[in-house]
C-alpha cells in the first residue's frame, strides 16, 4: 500500500539524519583530536565549523544550539590538555564565551540562509492567490505518489477542474470578486479532500486533484460530491458558476506526469463541450 511507501521513505530520512549525527559529533571529535595535537602555538579553530555547518543545515535550532556548545567545551578541553595556561580562569571563561559566540554566528547565519531558502522555494512551489501548489509545487507531489502507486500496485486517479462561467464573474462584478471566488473555491477544495490528496490551481481558473490510492468506483463520488459543493457554493445570480471534472483513473500510474495532465485535461473539455457542470471519468493504464 501506499502507507507502507511513505513509511519506507520516512525510515530513509531517518536514517539519513542519524547518519548526519553521527558525522557532526565525529566531525567535532576529530577537530578536537586535530586542536589538541596541534598543540598551543597553532589555531585550528575554524575546523569546527565544518561540523558547525553541517549542523545548522540539517537540524533544527535545539540541535544547531546543542552543537555549538558542544564545540565551545571540546575546543576549550582540548587547549586546556595541551598545556594551554592563563593566568587566571576567568581569561580561559572568557575566551570560551567568545568562542562560544563566534561559532554561533556562523551556526545561527547558516541557519538563517536555510530558512530564507526554504521559504523562498515554498513560496515558489505555491499559489499566492489561494494558497494552493502551483504548477511546480504540483507535479514533483504527483510524480512521488504516482511512483509509490505503481510500485505498491495501486491505482490513482488525476482530475482536472475548470469553473463554468468565471469569466462572466469578472466581467460583471470585476476582479476583485474573481479572486475572491478562486479564494472560496481553494478553501471548498482543501476541506472537501483527505490531507493525503494533492490540490493545485495550475492557472486561471483551473485547478487539479491528484487522489492516491483512489479507483474509478471510489473517485466518482469523491469527485461528484465536490462538483455539488461548489456549484452551491455561490450566489445564483453571479453567473451561474458550476464546475467541469473530467478525470482519468489510472490502474497503473504512468511516469509522465504532463500525459495525466493532459488526458484529464481532455476529459474536461468533453464535459464543457457537452453541458458543463458535470463529472466524467475514464480509466487508463500506462502502456
Same mark, same amino acid.
Given at each position: ?66 552543537? !555549538?556548545? #558542544? ?6 578541553? /582540548?587547549? *586546556?590538555?595541551?598545556? &594551554?595556561? %592563563? @593566568? ?5 571563561? !572568557?575566551? #570560551? ?6 561559532? /554561533?554566528? *556562523?551556526?545561527?547565519? &547558516?541557519? %538563517? @540562509? ?141 511516469d509522465e506526469i504532463d500525459l495525466m495532465v493532459s488526458a484529464a485535461d481532455e476529459v474536461m473539455y468533453r464535459v464543457k463541450a457537452a453541458g458543463k457542470n458535470r463529472v466524467e471519468i475514464t480509466s487508463a493504464s500506462a502502456s
Amino acid at each position: 500500500m501506499a502507507s507502507v511507501g511513505l513509511m519506507n521513505q520516512a525510515s530513509v530520512l531517518n536514517m539519513d539524519i542519524g547518519k548526519v549525527i553521527v558525522t557532526v559529533v565525529l566531525g567535532l571529535l576529530l577537530a578536537g583530536y586535530i586542536d589538541y595535537i596541534s598543540g598551543i602555538e597553532l589555531r585550528v579553530y575554524p575546523l569546527y565549523f565544518l561540523p558547525i555547518c553541517l549542523a545548522a543545515w540539517r537540524f533544527e535550532t535545539r540541535g544547531v544550539a546543542m552543537t !555549538i556548545i #558542544a564545540s565551545t567545551t571540546i575546543w576549550a578541553g /582540548s587547549n *586546556v590538555a595541551a598545556g &594551554l595556561q %592563563y @593566568s587566571t580562569p576567568y581569561i580561559l571563561l !572568557i575566551n #570560551a564565551m567568545m568562542q562560544l559566540v563566534t561559532f /554561533s554566528i *556562523v551556526g545561527t547565519l &547558516l541557519r %538563517y @540562509s536555510r530558512v530564507l531558502l526554504e521559504e523562498e522555494k515554498m513560496l515558489s512551489s505555491t499559489d499566492r492567490m489561494t494558497g494552493l501548489f502551483n504548477s511546480r509545487g504540483f507535479y514533483p507531489l504527483v510524480q512521488q505518489a504516482a511512483a509509490i502507486c505503481k510500485r505498491e500496485q495501486r491505482p490513482l486517479t488525476l482530475a482536472y477542474i475548470d469553473l463554468d462561467n468565471f469569466k462572466c464573474v469578472n466581467d460583471r462584478f470585476g476582479h476583485q470578486r474573481g479572486d475572491q471566488l478562486l479564494h472560496d473555491v481553494a478553501g471548498i477544495l482543501k476541506n472537501a479532500l483527505r490531507a493525503s490528496d494533492i490540490v493545485a490551481r495550475l492557472g486561471g481558473d483551473e485547478f487539479a486533484v491528484c487522489l492516491p490510492e483512489t479507483d474509478r468506483t471510489q473517485a466518482a463520488p469523491v469527485l461528484e460530491r465536490l462538483r455539488e459543493t461548489l456549484s452551491r457554493a455561490f450566489p445564483a445570480g453571479e453567473c451561474n458558476v458550476s464546475a467541469s471534472i473530467g478525470a482519468v483513473c489510472w490502474n497503473t500510474p504512468p511516469d509522465e506526469i504532463d500525459l495525466m495532465v493532459s488526458a484529464a485535461d481532455e476529459v474536461m473539455y468533453r464535459v464543457k463541450a457537452a453541458g458543463k457542470n458535470r463529472v466524467e471519468i475514464t480509466s487508463a493504464s500506462a502502456s
